[in-house]
């Protein structure tokens, strides 16, 4: 049997990619993910998360990003309830990777307060049968979801990590990162619109540009 696993990382930032990873793996090899190490990346350094990519990449089978941008982000929030039309967006980028990795069985992360809705979502848009097992803090369940977090944070971070070297400190790309907050204010103070790196439909950014009472200006 050949098990997926399926997380997301970024979808509460607001600079940068949503990125939703999968691995493939068969069952009988699970355990050599359990003696990596893997565990929910988001408890892990950058350094250690680097580390157990290398090594997970060597022992799946498969695997597979989608990196969702800003503008394809603010298309679904602005035309909606963000949070419902995010989900929907998730579990479609969710099932396009499970449609690449083509398992019997695929465990992943549920974005929606509804576990089950979730995984309904993501099973109408698999073109073949599947078993989705869709919950709450799956990347701290089971390690085959651990190994697809930390896939999806190490490759979110590369994109932060870009974006640093062309535009300077930013931080994290969370509004719970002062560096971040004052890049955007800064960015705004000076340019009057927003880089299509940044997420312009969340609110705090929203806010930021409105404080700012700046025009909009051509970009650099």
Partial sequence: MRIAGVDDAGRGSVIGPLVIAGILIKK????????LGVKDSKLLSPHKREQLAE??????LQYHFVALSPSEIDVVVETGRKLRK??????????????????????????DVLEERYGQHIRENVPFEVQIVS??????????????????????????????????????????????????????????????????????????????????????
């Fill in 55 to 60: 090594e997970i990449r060597k022992t799946v």
């Fill in 86 to 111: 995010l989900n929907h967006l998730e579990a479609r980028t969710m099932a396009e990777v499970v449609a690449m990795l083509k398992p019997d069985i695929a465990y992943v992360d549920a974005s």
């Fill in 28 to 35: 009988e090899n699970l355990h050599q993910l359990v003696a």
């Fill in 135 to 220: 919950e709450h803090k799956a990347d701290a369940k089971y390690p085959v979801v651990s190994a697809a977090s930390i896939i999806a944070k190490v490759e979110r971070d590369k994109a932060i990590q870009e974006l640093q070297e062309k535009f300077g400190e930013l931080g994290s790309g969370y509004m719970s990162d002062r560096k971040t907050v004052v890049f955007l204010e800064q960015w705004i103070r000076q340019f009057g619109t927003y880089p299509e790196f940044v997420r312009k439909s969340w609110k705090p950014a929203k806010r930021i540009q409105k404080n700012a009472g700046t025009k909009q200006t051509t970009l650099p």
